[in-house]
């Protein structure tokens, strides 16, 4: 069926770096996709989102990519911070009124 | 202003029993979904409430039931528990569609 993943569970970067985590998805149809963050003990906290007339959509610190010809989008973090350390999750909503989440990647700053 | 409040936040169970979990929306919110988060996964969609209608469930037993209330507040209720329900449930909400709020989960331990 129709998924969205992403390509690495683990990683780990110096605090002061850039950090770029991937997803892939599978539906070409797909139009709308979102970053989530989830803090240990918390629930996913909305990052940034961006639909699919958009190649790039920046916020604060944060910025997303997406590559509709090879499908997949990317979440840039610049000048990663202790505070950035969570799993990410890329995910879309679906017709069925569900969000899907990818499998998330845990991201690990070292000071 | 209070965010997704969920009750209880951790709890513990025997296979066989029945377990019911308790979600506030966001004031205003009209929507609730339900999510399960099994240990380094991502969260997985079972029921989408608006309006005290069920809008959307996902691929999950009849054991999973929920509902709404007149003031929007959602209880999601498990029966005949299995040693492979334990996870966190995620309780989101927002306005009609578009981007969840998420309370930080009701951990469920089924020994």
């Known amino acids: 069926g129709e998924s969205v993943g992403l390509h690495l569970p683990t990683l780990s970067v110096q605090e002061g770096d850039n950090s770029i985590i991937n997803c892939a998805y599978s539906?070409?149809?797909?139009?709308?996709f979102i970053w989530y963050k989830q803090e240990s003990g918390k629930g996913p906290q909305f990052i940034i989102d961006i639909r699919s007339n958009m190649d790039k959509r920046q916020g604060q610190r944060v910025t997303v990519l997406l590559n509709k010809t090879v499908k997949h989008l990317s979440l840039q973090i610049a000048a990663t911070q202790p505070g950035d350390s969570a799993v990410y999750f890329c995910a879309e909503p679906t017709q069925d009124n569900d969000m899907r989440f990818g499998a998330g990647t845990r991201l690990t700053v070292k000071p | 202003d209070a965010g997704v409040t969920q009750s209880p936040t951790h709890l513990i169970k025997t296979r066989g029993q029945h377990v019911t979990l308790r979600c506030s929306p966001i004031?205003?919110?009209?929507?609730v979904s339900w999510y399960q988060q099994v240990l380094g996964q991502g969260p997985q969609f079972i029921f989408q409430?608006?309006?005290?209608?069920?809008?959307g469930r996902g691929n999950f037993p009849d054991r999973f039931s929920a509902r709404q209330f007149p003031n929007y507040s959602s209880e999601l209720n498990v029966n005949a528990l299995l040693l492979g329900d334990s996870a966190l449930y995620l309780c989101?909400?927002?306005?009609?569609?578009?981007?969840?709020?998420f309370g930080e989960g009701s951990r469920l331990t089924v020994l």
């Open positions: 004031s205003g919110h009209k929507s």
């Open positions: 539906n070409s149809a797909s139009d709308y």
């Open positions: 409430y608006y309006e005290k209608e069920e809008r």
């Open positions: 989101a909400s927002s306005l009609v569609t578009g981007e969840l709020f």
